[in-house]
């Protein structure tokens, strides 16, 4: 091992001992250990960097796209209460014949219990996105439409779930996740006090120590401060990945009888272009909200329309899953197919929905958004502090400066955990072995050139 990565071994546990207090011995087995974990939280922040950057703003974008949609576009979102509304039927008539595809059919439509907003009619495009189109619920005038590329609420969240890239992007925002998890947890071994006297360094920043350390404790203290929440973050993304949630969570769920009821009214919630595949006619809006308000389905409703024709899906969205209900109706409105409530959930699937509540930033309203956004910059400050932090200790002549590979068998206790993470995660598994070859590879090149 070599001396500089002793001594920083030596210098992380000493700096965090109280200066009137002698630090306990580093040993060379813990040095070259620290070392090891202080290498793979290097590489692992250089992968999740862009990762963090792309998702943190898409991220923050979307959780206020309602604030947002109504800065830029209040006069198609708001308007004017005047009495009775006019049958949704009609409002869909105007939103369809104001469309550049007449003959399109919207697969989603917003009616807000706010008196005060229009009717949102949301189309789908073959390249992914959505795009809006308002009505007024009093008049039946169409207001206008935003096109799919502006439509920041649409935009946004496509954009953090991976589009334009589809299944390679979800992989990639996978891959970023998973890195981002293996970057928290080695932070956290590295923060962990190994010979402190005191809280100076381990909870709170030291003034008096020169620059480097002073920027390490900056990295080190708001990341403790945050690893748990920003671990429930991670966590909470991957049900929505391609891989993750189809390869794993689906089918654990199916062997242990843990399946979500399906109310995505009949695959409304994947776009294709064009108007193959739309209904032959429009389903009866206005006497499909007519049943839900008899089934006792009140305030803001999301109808979700059926590529196929299928039932359409009536939604009590309320930010919380564990206060929706959901109905699924035939087209004509003359039948009640489903009725669904958070009691059909079992538990699996009522521990994901809580998640993305929390990941959306619903379930507490906008306090929840409040938090969530100070994650968000908590996380663009572990990255600047820790670039930071990198370039000060990096030497003169440039370069990565990654900590040096280490020689030896890993400690029981990290197999362990690497072989977990890597089972639960299979895409971190593929590329922690591919890591693994190449670096295998780079290291026998480097002492064939010595």
């Not at 000493?14 to 620290?34: C, G, I, K």
């Not at 996978?174 to 947890?185: K, N």
């Amino acid at each position: 091992m070599s001396a500089a990565v002793q001594s920083d071994e030596v210098q992380a546990g000493a700096l965090q001992a109280d200066a009137t207090q002698p630090a306990r011995p580093v040993t060379h087995r813990r040095a070259r250990q620290y070392a090891r974990l202080w290498r793979w939280h290097f590489f692992a922040a250089l992968l999740v960097v862009p990762f963090i950057l792309w998702q943190g703003v898409t991220g923050v974008a979307y959780l206020w796209h309602e604030d947002i949609a109504d800065a830029l576009w209040p006069q198609l979102r708001l308007v004017e209460p005047r009495g009775a509304m006019v049958p949704l039927d009609r409002q869909l008539a105007a939103a369809r014949d104001a469309n550049a595809n007449a003959d399109a059919m919207p697969v989603r439509v917003l009616r807000a219990a706010d008196r005060s907003r229009s009717t949102q009619f949301v189309f789908a495009h073959g390249n992914g996105l959505t795009s809006p189109s308002f009505v007024d619920p009093y008049t039946g005038r169409w207001l206008g439409s935003v096109p799919a590329h502006t439509w920041l609420p649409g935009l946004t969240r496509s954009l953090h779930g991976g589009w334009p890239l589809g299944r390679a992007g979800s992989w990639l925002l996978e891959l970023g996740a998973c890195w981002c998890i293996v970057m928290v947890l080695s932070g956290l071994y590295l923060w962990w006090p190994r010979a402190a006297r005191g809280m100076a360094g381990v909870l709170y920043p030291r003034l008096r120590h020169s620059a480097r350390v002073f920027w390490r404790d900056l990295h080190a203290v708001v990341g403790i401060a945050f690893s748990a929440v920003l671990l429930a973050f991670l966590v909470t993304a991957l049900p929505w990945t391609d891989f993750w949630g189809g390869h794993v969570l689906k089918p654990l769920q199916r062997w242990s009888g843990q399946l979500a009821p399906d109310t995505r009214g009949g695959g409304a919630h994947h776009p294709v272009g064009g108007h193959a595949g739309h209904p032959a006619r429009a389903p009866a809006l206005q006497r499909i909200v007519d049943v839900a308000a008899a089934e006792g389905l009140r305030g803001d409703l999301q109808i979700d329309i059926a590529r196929d024709g299928g039932p359409v899906t009536v939604a009590m969205k309320s930010g919380r899953a564990a206060n929706e209900r959901v109905l699924r109706v035939t087209p004509d409105g003359t039948r009640v197919i489903a009725r669904i409530g958070w009691r059909d959930y079992p538990t699996i699937p009522r521990l994901v929905a809580t998640g993305v509540d929390l990941h959306e930033g619903t379930f507490l309203g906008r306090a929840n958004r409040i938090f969530n956004t100070v994650v968000v910059g908590a996380l663009f400050w572990l990255v600047v502090t820790g670039v930071i932090g990198w370039y000060r200790r990096r030497p003169g002549e440039g370069g990565l400066s990654a900590p040096p590979r280490q020689a030896g068998p890993l400690p029981r206790w990290l197999r362990g955990v690497a072989i977990a993470l890597c089972v639960a995660m299979p895409l971190l598994g593929i590329s922690v072995l591919l890591l693994w070859l190449v670096d295998g590879v780079l290291g026998v090149a480097g002492r064939w050139r010595e």
